[in-house]
């Protein structure tokens, strides 16, 4: 293994160790104060002797947009606000099924949103620095060849999960935060959204966009990738590489709202 790759890796081990202390160090928090919310409790006794006849207070949208905000339940825009979390919904939340037009406008805000010609720059900038394509060169040159092939692949990929697929198969390609328990329990949550997902109706179903989706997106990534990446362990590869990111990503949704509250004190 070269120096230069094996920098890369551990610029990546680094950056996922970071990215596991950030959420276990949420998750505890968390943990924490459902804990210390549940001991400070009235008694079942105590709370059921509250006279039936008081009506209960309504909550309107605001003010239950304002208790999220306040409790760090709620998604941002933004991870970190770079990133797009367009596709996050916060915990507890109902929202009206997406038509096909706001299902690729989804896609279309992820693919060509500047954070995502950004993180191309990064993708292209690591591939050239490993000779990941030794067809596509070196210098200048070379690198607009990988920066314009890591676009395209975000953008296929991002389409053929989020707007084709789903608008064939009637999914939501957006992800519900589960939002409460424990570490495990939310990272499996998380984990399984790969498999499981929602349909437009609001019922679970499996996750056609997810595991049909990248694999389109592999196989289409042959018509312009070199000769020898055209196989079928290749382009395997690239579709459960693509599935193990979004994978990642989804626990990082999953805990975003914790880490925003507990770590940046709800500064994004």
């Known amino acids: ?85 367009y596709r996050a919904v916060s915990a507890n939340t109902q929202l009206p099924a997406l038509s096909v037009r706001e299902k690729f406008w989804l896609a279309t805000q992820d693919s060509f949103d500047y954070s995502s010609f950004i993180s191309a720059g990064i993708l292209a900038g690591v591939s050239q620095a490993n000779n990941s394509y030794p067809e596509f060169g070196h210098g200048g040159t070379a690198f607009g060849r990988y920066y314009w092939h890591a676009v395209t692949v975000q953008a296929v990929g991002n389409y053929m999960t ?9 999914e939501d390609p957006r992800y519900y935060t589960l939002g409460r328990g424990g570490f495990f329990k939310r990272t499996g949550y998380a984990v399984s959204r790969l498999l499981v997902t929602r349909t437009d109706s609001g019922n679970r179903t499996f996750n056609i966009s997810e595991i049909v989706g990248n694999g389109a997106g592999a196989g289409i990534s042959n018509t312009y990738y070199p000769s020898r990446e055209r196989t079928w362990t290749k382009t395997g590869q690239k579709w459960l590489t693509q599935i193990a990111l979004d994978g990642a990503f989804n626990i990082l949704k999953e805990f975003w709202p914790d880490i925003n509250r507990t770590v940046f004190h709800g500064k994004y």
């Open 1 to 85: 293994m070269t120096v230069r790759k094996l920098f890369a890796h551990s610029r990546a081990s680094v950056a996922a160790a970071v990215l596991a202390v950030l959420i276990v160090l949420s998750a505890q928090q968390v943990s924490a104060q459902q804990q210390q919310s549940s001991e400070g409790a009235p008694p079942r006794d105590q709370a059921t002797s509250t006279p039936q006849s008081q009506p209960s207070p309504v909550t309107s949208p605001t003010e239950s947009s304002q208790a999220d905000d306040a409790d760090g339940t709620k998604q941002s825009k933004r991870i970190l606000g770079i990133f797009p979390n």
């Open 162 to 170: 989020e707007a084709i697929v789903p608008s064939l198969t009637r």
